[in-house]
């Protein structure tokens, strides 16, 4: 049996550690996954390709053999292609969930909704301690494109949205990685009061002012000085600049008609940044992948 999912990268609108809500938009950078399934006599072997062979992978498929299957008595060999940087706050490891989940789900014949392999990513996530969350934000972002506005505590969705089609994406992802969400619960949680207003913004589908007030509470509580590198992305005609995740990437959005002029005023440098696509909410609403 074989499968094939994918998944995409997001960016953040505003950060789930705050309050439990967060805001995520996907963008056009994708991971992959192929799953080849065969019946096994005993509990069967997982076969990962390095550097693909990582906890929440080998818990992913796991989980979604569990979900999906009739057995989990197979042998199961999976390949991950992904262009997504990996700790940078991009999503990487929620768009590596919903690529496994529906590589696995078309494997047995199955088509979960976006919301299904969103929900499994998140479980698969919070239980390993990847995420203090879950992240369901992000991983319905992944799984359905479009910008989403959940409660990642409850894994209900509060909003559903999509950004101006005239906006395009800036992304720099500077070295240095983050470390994993639950390191910084406690920091993030104290600034909890400060995030409503990001928060509200976003229920209201504000997203240019949900970005910039999340992101100047971000960058204090992780230590980021993006501020100076924002105003002069705006001078150059950005419309806003904000850190994605825990970072270190920030993410421009700027009119298609100054994308250009943006990429060249870059103060990183035309060689550090590029351009990306939001990817628009999936019509069908389900996650066939």
């Known amino acids: 049996m074989r499968g094939v999912g994918a998944g995409t990268a997001a960016i953040s609108f505003v950060n789930a550690l705050f309050t439990g809500t967060g805001a995520a938009a996907a963008i056009g950078i994708t991971a992959t996954a192929t799953v080849e399934l065969q019946p096994a006599p005993h509990a069967g072997h997982i076969v990962l390709e390095a550097p693909s062979d990582t906890p929440l992978a080998r818990a992913s498929v796991l989980d979604a053999i569990r979900r999906y299957g009739d057995a989990t008595e197979v042998d199961a060999r999976i390949r991950i292609d992904s262009a997504i940087p990996v700790a940078k706050g991009l999503k990487s490891s929620s768009a590596v969930g919903v690529a496994i989940a529906r590589a696995v789900a078309a494997a047995y014949g199955r088509n979960p909704t976006d919301e299904e392999v969103a929900r499994a990513s998140a479980e698969v996530s919070q239980t390993l301690g990847v995420s203090a969350t879950g992240a369901f934000d992000d991983a319905l972002a992944s799984a359905a494109g479009g910008v989403v506005v959940t409660d990642n505590r409850s894994r209900r969705v509060r909003l559903r949205g999509f950004v101006d089609p005239d906006w395009a994406l800036v992304l720099w992802t500077p070295s240095g990685t983050h470390a994993l969400s639950p390191a910084w619960t406690e920091r993030f949680a104290a600034e909890r009061v400060t995030a409503l207003a990001a928060v509200e913004a ?31 992305l705006e001078r150059s005609g950005a419309l806003g600049s904000g850190v994605s995740g825990l970072g270190p990437a920030l993410a421009t959005i700027a009119p298609r008609a100054r994308l250009r002029d943006v990429l060249r005023g870059h103060p990183a440098g035309t060689a550090a940044v590029a351009a990306a696509e939001f990817v628009p909410p999936d019509p069908r609403g389900s996650g066939s992948g």
């Open 202 to 232: 976003a229920e209201r589908g504000e997203w240019l002012t949900a970005l910039s007030a999340n992101t100047e509470i971000v960058e204090r509580v992780m230590g980021y000085d993006y501020r100076p590198l924002r105003r002069a």
